[in-house]
T-cell receptor, first 113, second 114 residues
Framework: DQQVKQNSPSLSVQEGRISILNCDYT??????FLWYKKYPAEGPTFLIS?????DKNEDGRFTVFLNKSAKHLSLHIVPSQPGDSAVYFC????????????FGKGTTLSVSS | SQTIHQWPATLVQPVGSPLSLECTVE??????LYWYRQAAGRGLQLLFY??????ISSEVPQNLSASRPQDRQFILSSKKLLLSDSGFYLC?????????????FGDGTRLSIL
C-alpha cells in the first residue's frame, strides 16, 4: 500500500513557465514533508521541506504547498529552467530521529528551451 | 560543510558472495545514518538506520546487516548475496540533534548480482 503517491510519472514544461509537481499521501501521522531532485547516477538532492504546522514554504524559485485536509502537497518551480530537468521525489515522515522517509515513485520533469 | 561518501559506485557480484558497502560522513558529529535500497521499478525503501555507534535498527527482514563502528561510518554487509539483493543502495545522514531535519544522500552504489 503506497502511503505517498506521485500520480504523474512525467511532466513537460517550457522554459520560463511554472512547473507544478503533485503528491498525495494517506497516512495522517505524517508531519514532515520533503521534495528531492535526482539526476541519473546520483543520489537524491534535498530541495525543500515543510512541516505540518505550515501550509507554504518558499525558497527562491521553489515553493511547497501543503493541504492537510486533502492530504496533498505540491512543488511549484517558477520560472522553470532546463537545468531543472530531473526526477522529483516527494517524501514524508513522522518527524522523529531515525524515522524512515517514505518516498513516492517520482515524477520526471523535462524543461525545454 | 557536510559531505557524504559512498563506495564503490558500481559493483557486480556473483550469487553467494559476500558484500561490504561503506559510507562515511564528514563535517558533522553524531549524525543519524541510514541505508536505503531502490529495487528496479520501485521506490526507495529504508533498510537500516542508526542513531549512534553500535546502535542499529532494521526496518525490514532480509539477507543484509549493518554496522556502525565509528560515529561517521556506516557499513552494509551480507555474508551470501542473493539475486534479489540487486538494486541501487543509498546511504544518507541527518542531524541527530533536532527533529524534522532533511536526510542528505550519497551518490549510491549500483549492485548487480549475477
Amino acid at each position: 500500500d503506497q502511503q505517498v503517491k506521485q500520480n504523474s510519472p512525467s511532466l513537460s514544461v517550457q522554459e520560463g513557465r511554472i512547473s507544478i509537481l503533485n503528491c498525495d499521501y494517506t497516512n495522517s501521522m505524517f508531519d514532515y514533508f520533503l521534495w528531492y531532485k535526482k539526476y541519473p547516477a546520483e543520489g537524491p538532492t534535498f530541495l525543500i521541506s515543510i512541516s505540518s504546522i505550515k501550509d507554504k514554504n518558499e525558497d527562491g524559485r521553489f515553493t511547497v504547498f501543503l493541504n492537510k485536509s486533502a492530504k496533498h502537497l505540491s512543488l511549484h518551480i517558477v520560472p522553470s529552467q532546463p537545468g531543472d530537468s530531473a526526477v522529483y521525489f516527494c517524501a514524508a515522515s513522522v518527524g522523529q530521529a531515525g524515522t524512515a522517509l517514505i518516498f513516492g515513485k517520482g515524477t520526471t520533469l523535462s524543461v525545454s528551451s | 560543510s557536510q559531505t557524504i561518501h559512498q563506495w564503490p559506485a558500481t559493483l557486480v557480484q556473483p550469487v553467494g558472495s559476500p558484500l561490504s558497502l561503506e559510507c562515511t560522513v564528514e563535517g558533522t558529529s553524531n549524525p543519524n545514518l541510514y541505508w536505503y535500497r531502490q529495487a528496479a521499478g520501485r521506490g526507495l525503501q529504508l533498510l537500516f538506520y542508526s542513531v549512534g555507534i553500535g546502535q542499529i535498527s532494521s526496518e525490514v527482514p532480509q539477507n543484509l546487516s549493518a554496522s556502525r563502528p565509528q560515529d561517521r561510518q556506516f557499513i552494509l554487509s551480507s555474508k551470501k548475496l542473493l539475486l534479489s539483493d540487486s538494486g541501487f543502495y543509498l546511504c544518507a545522514w541527518s542531524s541527530g540533534k533536532k527533529l524534522n531535519q532533511p536526510q542528505h544522500f550519497g551518490d549510491g552504489t549500483r549492485l548487480s548480482i549475477l
